[in-house]
């Protein structure tokens, strides 16, 4: 099993609806848990970044941890077609140097 | 934001030849930075961990002779791809961890072609 599990997509929607972007994982030791945006052949760029369980907002994208489930979620409001991206989950446990990555979903937004 | 950058962005070498890739924290310091490589539509794969002024870890299955590491400044490490064949055609991203608050940012990355 993999520590991380997210589902690849593709997703598709129109301009304007809510997006749901999942991950589960199976370590309870993460602690810290990332959203990365990645555009086609650039590198991951830093979207939200929260520590333990619940929810952080930031303009039109909110992140979501439930660390009783082992489950996060992003979630963006009124998908612009510049949303259009891989997103990809990541999280790290306490003092430790590596980041686990999901294996990123493809969005597009539909104008 | 913080910002990492990386050079060259797109590289194309013959077989053989060795190529190297920077690094760099442009405004914060960053004791810790990682390499990783990405295969198209897979995620990022881990392939070691630099740490100034010491030796970097790697990870399982990378070999250290072909892929030399060096992080000489709290603002730079470098990625040499010695030897370089055509499986190693390959898109490079660095991250580097800010000291302050440990969040991982990442570079451009540098897209390798070995013909």
């Known amino acids: 099993q993999k520590e991380v599990e997210q589902d690849p997509g593709p997703l598709s929607v129109p301009e304007g609806a809510i997006v749901s972007l999942n991950c589960t994982y199976s370590n309870s030791a993460f602690q810290y848990f990332m959203w990365y945006r990645q555009y086609s052949r650039k590198g991951p760029e830093l979207l939200m970044y929260?520590?333990?369980?619940g929810n952080k907002e930031d303009g039109r994208f909110t992140a979501q941890v439930d660390k009783s489930s082992k489950y996060i979620s992003l979630f963006i409001r009124d998908s612009q077609p510049s949303d259009s991206a891989t997103y990809l989950c990541?999280?790290?446990?306490?003092?430790?140097?590596?980041?686990?990555f999901g294996t990123g979903t493809r969005l597009t937004v539909i104008p | 934001g913080a910002v990492v950058s990386q050079h060259p962005s797109r590289v194309i070498c013959k077989s053989g030849t060795s190529v190297k890739i920077e690094c760099r924290s442009l405004?914060?310091?960053?004791?810790?930075m990682f390499w990783y490589r990405q295969f198209p539509k897979q995620s990022l794969m881990l392939m070691a961990t630099s740490n100034e002024g010491s030796k970097a870890t790697y990870e399982q299955g990378v070999e250290k002779d072909k892929f030399l590491i060096n992080h000489a400044s709290l603002t730079l490490s470098t990625l040499t791809v010695t030897s370089a064949h055509p499986e190693d055609s390959s898109f490079y991203i660095c991250s580097a961890r800010m000291d302050s608050t440990d969040t991982q940012y990442f570079g451009p990355g540098t897209r390798l072609t070995v013909l």
């Open positions: 990541a999280m790290i446990q306490t003092g430790a140097n590596n980041l686990f």
């Open positions: 405004d914060f310091q960053a004791t810790t």
């Open positions: 929260t520590y333990s369980s």
